[in-house]
């Protein structure tokens, strides 16, 4: 099993996730022509793709999904409030999946268990992958934690967790008011501080790749994430993998 990330920020998002002959893309913000070049990086093409997965309606997370699914035939999963007033957007792709009461599923050789999030959409969801033997946990897009969340990332063999922004750097930022607000909100995005609390009550002892992700460009320096999330599990800061928004992250395999 591995994963890697197409790009991780504002400006759009995506993460293929692997085992066997299955390869599941986790949102999809990118347009069709930048995917297909993100997917190039990693010796992908949008054919080798099982399905894409969806975690919520903002546009760095959805914008480039039906387009990708329509061109390419590829089924996509999303939870019936994300797809609330989008039903024209995703008109004619013929294998749409809603994902009922946040249920587990299947898709090839990976087990998909969503679950909720505190997040300014109308349903919001963040995953874990399984192949049966090994867990990759992904959470961005949440304002706060809970101990369901925190329940379902113990024991993951790899975590992709938002660091989206320190709140001093946020405090002082160019951003109006009320979108401060809203990033510092209990329905917006987990600062470092608040990442690295939620890191330090999980059962990390099987954790082999811990990468941060989602961190803002105006308000957030990788130093300054890593440095919080070594805090909570006393490791180097330099284990510590960034996602970032031009590159994104290669292929680590979950061994």
Known sequence: M????LGSGSRGNALVVEAGSTRILLDCGFGLGETTARLGRLGLTPEDLSAVVVTHEHEDHIGGVARLARRHSIPVWLT?????GLEALFSGIGNLHLIDNYGGFSIGDLRVEPFPVPHDAREPAQYVFGD???????LTDTGCSTPHIEAMLSG??????ECNHDPEMLRVSSY??????????????????AASELLARLDSSRLKHLVAAHLSQENNRPELARAALAGAIACDPGWIEVADQDNGLGWRAIG
């Open 2 to 5: 591995r994963f890697a990330s």
């Open 80 to 84: 019936h409030g994300t797809l609330t």
């Open 132 to 138: 049966g033997s090994r867990r990759l946990g992904v």
């Open 156 to 161: 993951c063999d790899a975590l992709v967790l």
């Open 176 to 193: 109006p008011q009320k979108l401060r607000e809203r990033i510092a909100g209990r329905y917006g995005h987990l600062d470092n501080g």
